[in-house]
């Protein structure tokens, strides 16, 4: 099987996202949710690490449930900051509180943060033709902006651009993996 050259086959964690989710659109705003506040965690760090670190993410933050993680108050975000099997960075916490307020109220004016997000490219999926991985794009440029005048943080373009990655919005499996064809029938 051919994969992506990025992906280290040696590691079991990269090997499932890669197979499993990562490209693979998502319409479901739990999920959403959760690669929100992964990609957010992950600024700064190593994709790995985030990987690794995943099902502390689920455990600290409430199986990403966004009304859960809205509702926190100061003795939950300390507690958080305490807790060494996740990344313990205060800013990142405390945006993602920030961060599900807001998601919140996209879906309340959108009907859900899928069709919020994926009304960006009308529904479609852009494939990546070249190869070249970029780190970010002028749709990631127009969504990280409009997220941000929404008051959301830890949303710049590169950051948003690594979601639209994961999330299938854009598809930048590289033409020889076996998953860039697979995505096609999307």
């Not at 992964?38 to 690794?52: C, D, N, P, R, V």
Request: aromatic share 14%; charged share 25%.
């Amino acid at each position: 099987m051919k994969r992506c050259k990025w992906v280290d086959e040696t590691n079991e964690l990269y090997v499932k996202y890669h197979d499993t989710e990562w490209g693979i659109p998502s319409y479901d705003d739990h999920y959403l949710f959760e690669m929100l506040l992964l990609e957010s965690f992950q600024a700064g760090l190593s994709w790995i690490t985030i990987l690794k670190k995943r099902e502390a993410f689920r455990e600290a933050f409430d199986n990403f449930d966004v009304i859960k993680v809205s509702q926190y108050d100061e003795t939950k975000i300390l507690s958080l900051m305490s807790n060494q099997k996740i990344v313990r960075n205060q800013l990142k916490i405390r945006a993602t509180v920030n961060n599900a307020k807001i998601f919140i109220k996209i879906q309340q004016e959108f009907g859900s943060f899928s069709n919020y997000i994926w009304s960006f490219t009308d529904g479609k999926i852009i494939y990546n033709e070249n190869d070249e991985l970029p780190t970010t794009s002028s749709l990631s440029d127009q969504i990280s902006a409009d997220l941000k005048k929404r008051g959301m943080k830890f949303v710049g373009s590169t950051i948003i651009y690594s979601y639209l990655q994961a999330m299938g919005i854009i598809n930048d499996h590289e033409t020889t993996c076996d998953f860039y064809k697979r995505s096609k029938v999307f």
